[in-house]
């Protein structure tokens, strides 16, 4: 299976986009340049593939080399009923934190993950388990720094993880590259900012603001975009084969 490349390689610290909120591709744009650039950092061509949290396929769609199988791991029915279908193709309508799931599978030339991991309840154990049934790595995981001033404003804490504690996790299990990007999406008023982050899927905190804490921060936001923090790590697992 041979596809057009539509891979992007791109080295700014941040990276800046401009959208309509209420538009199918802004709610997306943020996840796949996450995946674009993913992808672009992969030479070994891999193929026997597992995709963790692969939705409707984001990933398989900018695969651009030869592949034997690709097997993709996601909660949501819906999405893996977008996803594309075809007879290397395997789906999973499943939680990939389930190490016995995992471990049925046998063993993957790579494990990629793109803008999924950050919603585990046990990433360092998940790690774990990833490292066991794969030689390489190819990951994307959402950090603290996305949506870093409506946290300092309302003293929510983020549940995304730290890039520094989770670069540390990484290193526990592969011989890794870890690279930080930084991203901005402008809106042109509070109101589509603060719809985006309903609707975008990367959202969360510890609490939930009530009805005036709400219009507070809505009024008083600084910024005319958001912010979002994305680690990017790729490597080979120190288990080997």
Same mark, same amino acid.
């Given at each position: 299976m041979k596809k057009p490349d539509l891979r992007e390689n791109r080295s700014l610290h941040t990276l800046e986009f401009?959208?309509?909120?209420?538009? +199918?591709?802004?709610?997306?744009?943020?996840? &796949?340049?996450?995946?674009?650039? %993913?992808?672009?950092? /992969?030479?070994?061509?891999? *193929?026997? /593939?597992?995709? %963790?949290? @692969?939705?409707?396929?984001? $990933? +398989? !769609?900018? /695969?651009?080399?030869?592949? !034997?199988?690709?097997?993709?791991? =996601?909660?949501? =029915?819906?999405? @893996?009923?977008?996803?594309?279908?075809?007879?290397?193709? *395997?789906?999973?309508?499943?939680? #990939?934190?389930?190490?016995?799931? %995992?471990?049925?599978?046998?063993?993957?030339?790579? $494990? /990629?993950?793109?803008?999924?991991?950050q919603w585990a309840h046990d990433l360092p154990k998940l790690l774990e388990n990833i490292a066991s049934i794969t030689d390489e790595i190819a990951l994307a995981i959402f950090c603290d720094g996305t949506f870093r001033t409506i946290y300092e404003m309302t003293g929510i804490s983020s549940f995304l993880p730290e890039s520094g504690m989770l670069q540390k996790e990484l290193e &526990?299990?592969?011989?890794?590259? @870890?690279?930080?990007?930084? +991203?901005? %999406?402008? #809106? !042109? =008023?509070n109101i589509s900012k603060f719809r985006y982050i309903k609707r975008s899927g990367v959202s969360g905190g510890t609490r939930r603001l009530n009805v005036e804490e709400t219009r507070r921060l809505i009024r008083d936001y600084p910024h005319d975009y958001l912010e979002f923090e994305v680690l990017f790590a790729t490597g080979r697992s120190r288990r080997g084969c």
């Open positions: 401009s959208r309509r909120a209420e538009s +199918y591709h802004a709610h997306n744009i943020i996840q &796949k340049k996450v995946v674009q650039k %993913l992808l672009s950092s /992969i030479t070994s061509g891999p *193929r026997k /593939i597992l995709d %963790l949290g @692969c939705g409707g396929g984001a $990933v +398989y !769609e900018r /695969i651009d080399w030869e592949i !034997e199988s690709f097997t993709g791991i =996601d909660k949501a =029915d819906q999405m @893996c009923a977008l996803h594309p279908q075809g007879e290397h193709i *395997r789906l999973l309508q499943a939680d #990939f934190e389930d190490a016995g799931l %995992l471990k049925s599978l046998g063993r993957f030339d790579m $494990v /990629i993950s793109s803008s999924a991991l &526990k299990h592969f011989d890794v590259t @870890c690279k930080t990007e930084h +991203y901005r %999406l402008t #809106f !042109e =008023d």
